[in-house]
């Protein structure tokens, strides 16, 4: 893709204009500060545990990478509100190391998107109708770009990719490509938010580290 049709894209993806935009931006604002609350109550909660554990901390990363990965799964796999899934792994992440708690996360998040695929695949007028605007658009998407709008669309926080996922169910976009191609876009995306956030943990909370 090129640089005009990347911009094209992005700008219809995540930019409304007037109202839609000013939603979006307070959406995000009020998103962020749950997300950080409640990776505060979870580091505190971690912290509070370590008086009671009779082995260092760091002897659990294996089930904080497991649980990254549950999490991350679950939260894609769902409607469930994205705040609480992405707050208990940058609570993780801030305690562990984040590289791998980011790579367990992506992963997770990847394979969590497999049901709105699965949808598509069976009947996509289940969650979303064919003749919507959103669902047009994605379905040119997918003709002209293939796989690289997967990982684009994956790229971006707080994009529709749910509907991606099923436009690529319905035209039976290989189901392998389409879990690489969301892994490609999910894992920087998902380092840039472990590491920013782990980092603005560390900064508003030092007493907790």
């Given amino acids: 893709m090129n640089k005009s049709n990347i911009n094209k894209i992005y700008s ?28 505060f109550i979870v580091l505190l909660a971690i912290v509070k545990l370590q ?6 901390l760091q002897e ?12 991350s799964l679950l939260s894609s796999s769902t409607v469930i509100f994205p705040a609480p899934g992405m707050a208990l792994v940058l609570a993780a992440a801030s305690k562990w ?16 998107e497999i049901g709105a695929y699965y949808v598509g695949r069976a009947g996509k007028s289940v969650l979303i109708s064919e003749q919507s605007e959103l669902y047009k658009r994605a379905e040119r998407w997918m003709h ?28 039976r976009f290989p189901v392998g490509k389409f879990l690489f191609h969301c892994w490609l876009g999910r894992l920087p995306r998902t380092f840039v938010e472990v590491y920013f956030g782990a980092t603005l943990l560390r900064l ?6």
Avoid: C, H, Q
Wanted: no cysteine; net charge positive; proline share 5%.
């Fill in 51 to 56: 008086g009671y554990l009779t082995t260092p």
């Fill in 144 to 171: 002209r770009y293939g796989g690289w709008i997967v990982t684009f669309i994956a790229m971006v926080p707080i994009s529709p990719f749910d509907v991606v996922g099923l436009v690529a169910g319905a035209l």
């Fill in 12 to 39: 219809e993806v995540i930019v409304n204009k007037g109202k839609d935009k000013s939603k979006k931006i307070w959406f995000l604002v009020v998103l962020f500060g749950v997300t950080l609350t409640l990776s």
């Fill in 97 to 112: 190391n984040p590289a791998w708690i980011a790579l367990a996360a992506s992963i997770g998040g990847s394979l969590g």
């Fill in 204 to 209: 508003i909370f030092p007493s907790l580290f």
């Fill in 60 to 71: 659990y990363a294996i089930y904080a990478y497991i649980g990254a990965f549950f999490i």
